[in-house]
């Protein structure tokens, strides 16, 4: 099993361009989530979803849209990119609502 | 919404001494669990404490509980280079989604 992967691993943008991160997960788990970490932050939840075809909203939502058409996949949406969105961004996914997350491995971002 | 806060923020030990790193907590929790998270990596699992329980152990992690300071503690016992990373703990609200505490970067030196 792959767990859950990450794609693309480093990203770089320019302000006002747009992209899309995809998250795959293989096991089959109800509940995935977007994180961005930023030094001396720790890990903020961006957007969730609790099954396909449903999205919500975390923490830090802004700037960000999501789809989780299918089941295993959860894509994070950047529709004008700005400065302040260079992070790391993590997806990780679980199988209940508080059971343990499964992260993958993270992407990259700078925007310049 | 609550977060966990670890302590130290920071910890440097040699090789083969036990680490100790804390986090608190504000509100009532159904459960909290501990990452690791190696440099450039994503997080792991390390170990899950239901609010029942005062401790738990796994390997040479020793996780404890106490919901009435509202603080846990994480021990790594023997401590190896390969331990030096990050460590989080995340707290499980009732009503909130899981939220994670800015880590403790553990340095094992040589």
Redesign the interface.
Same mark, same amino acid.
């Given at each position: 099993n792959a767990g859950?992967t990450q794609t693309p691993k480093f990203r770089v943008l320019k302000t006002g361009q747009s992209m899309t991160l995809l998250c795959a997960q293989d096991m089959n788990h109800e509940y995935m989530?977007w &994180?961005r970490q930023d030094p001396?932050?720790?890990?903020r939840?961006i957007h &969730?979803s609790v099954g396909e075809g449903t999205t919500a909203k975390?923490?830090v939502p802004d700037g960000y849209n999501v789809s989780r058409l299918k089941k295993q996949n959860f894509l994070l949406g950047l529709e004008s990119a700005a400065p302040s969105q260079t992070s790391v961004y993590?997806c990780?996914s679980s199988y209940g609502?508080?059971?343990?997350?499964?992260?993958?491995?993270?992407t990259r971002l700078t925007v310049l | 919404s609550q977060q966990g806060e670890e302590d130290p923020q920071a910890l440097s030990i040699q090789e083969g001494e036990n680490a100790t790193m804390n986090c608190s907590y504000k509100t009532s929790i159904n459960n909290l669990q501990w990452y690791r998270q190696n440099s450039g990596r994503g997080l792991v699992h390390l170990i899950l404490i239901r609010s029942n329980e005062r401790e738990k152990h796994s390997g040479r992690l020793r996780v404890t509980l106490d919901t009435s300071k509202k603080s846990s503690s994480l021990l790594i016992t023997a401590s190896r280079a390969a331990d030096t990373a990050s460590y989080f703990c995340a707290t499980d609200a009732r009503d909130d989604k899981i939220i994670f505490g800015k880590g403790t970067r553990l340095h094992i030196l040589p």
């Open positions: 859950v989530y &994180y001396g932050m720790g890990l939840l &969730y975390g923490e993590f990780a609502d508080h059971n343990e997350q499964f992260f993958g491995p993270g | -």
